[in-house]
């Protein structure tokens, strides 16, 4: 698939990993132009069956995104009473790289706050440079809230006190705090960043698409009520063993000396082995 014609976004496919790069000076506001892009560049991962690993990054080292544009938010309606009934365009937007079957990464090496940080919460994953990567929700000392997911995801990421204390106090979060918090997977020096991110992406990569996409959709089903998430986890199950994929890597992972002492003890440079050849 060719991703043109884009303004704001860069798009780079390679060996099943898609990189987006955000570039929209001069600090990557989440305007209508960078929204609508982000929102056709979803789409279009989505479909794409060449890529199996979607890499999120920013060409400003000081903004991944600012945040939402504000005077945009002014010019929203202000008289709206009812009560929606599903979940607003730009909820969908930043939900599709959760739903989406190919692992989605978020590598942050400066501001993402707000609608920024939002879109880094729909993520799978979110890594982050030390002494860099800044993370808030600044929306309610501008007298409004979190309104693109912010407040569903934040409490199920870090719980409810921590989510509050974000969300109320709108400070900003640095990378090893935010790493604490379970708000980032890990905060990584500056220079470790780039490197572990595109090995982790690539790793990744190397596997099955069924196997990441059952993978995530087992994982999500960790929401609903235990016994009702063992059942999704063992339908998941059933369709990843009947893939042609499944059954020719556990075939070969056995011819390979897969449970023996020797191959146990290194399985890594096996798995390696079995990515090598599809």
């Given at each position: ?18 990189t ?25 991962l989505?479909?794409d ?18 945040h939402?544009?504000?005077?945009m ?6 008289d ?9 365009g ?13 692992a ?34 600044p ?6 809230l979190?309104g ?11 719980g ?21 918090y ?17 090995r ?12 990441i ?6 994982v999500?089903?960790?929401e609903?009520?235990t ?7 063992a339908?998941?199950?059933?369709q ?39």
């Amino acid at each position: 698939m060719a991703y043109d014609g884009y303004a704001c976004l860069r798009v780079r496919v390679e060996d099943g990993v898609a990189t987006v790069t955000i570039d929209h000076p001069p600090i990557n506001l989440f305007d209508v132009p960078l929204i609508t892009e982000m929102d056709r560049v979803g789409r279009e991962l989505e479909a794409d069956a060449a890529v199996r690993v979607v890499v999120l990054q920013s060409a400003n080292p000081e903004f991944f995104i600012a945040h939402a544009d504000v005077a945009m938010i002014e010019q929203l309606p202000r008289d709206v009473r009812e009560k929606p009934t599903a979940p607003h365009g730009f909820h969908r937007m930043v939900d599709r790289f959760r739903t989406m079957p190919k692992a989605t990464i978020g590598k942050i090496e400066g501001r993402a706050r707000g609608g920024g940080s939002e879109l880094l919460l729909s993520l799978d994953m979110r890594f982050g440079a030390l002494g860099r990567a800044i993370v808030s929700q600044p929306e309610v000392a501008l007298g409004i809230l979190p309104g693109g997911s912010g407040t569903q995801r934040l409490p199920r990421l870090i719980g409810r006190a921590r989510a509050l204390e974000v969300i109320l106090g709108c400070e900003d979060f640095p990378a090893d705090l935010a790493e604490r918090y379970g708000y980032l997977n890990r905060a990584l020096p500056a220079d470790a960043l780039g490197p572990f991110v595109d090995r982790l992406a690539r790793r990744i990569a190397s596997f099955p698409a069924e196997a990441i996409a059952f993978a995530k959709r087992s994982v999500d089903a960790a929401e609903l009520p235990t016994e009702a998430g063992l059942v999704e986890e063992a339908h998941w199950f059933n369709q990843a063993l009947g893939t042609a994929a499944a059954q020719e890597r556990m075939r070969r992972f056995l011819a390979l000396g897969g449970q023996t002492r020797d191959v146990e003890l290194d399985l890594e440079a096996t798995l390696a082995a079995l990515a090598r050849r599809g």
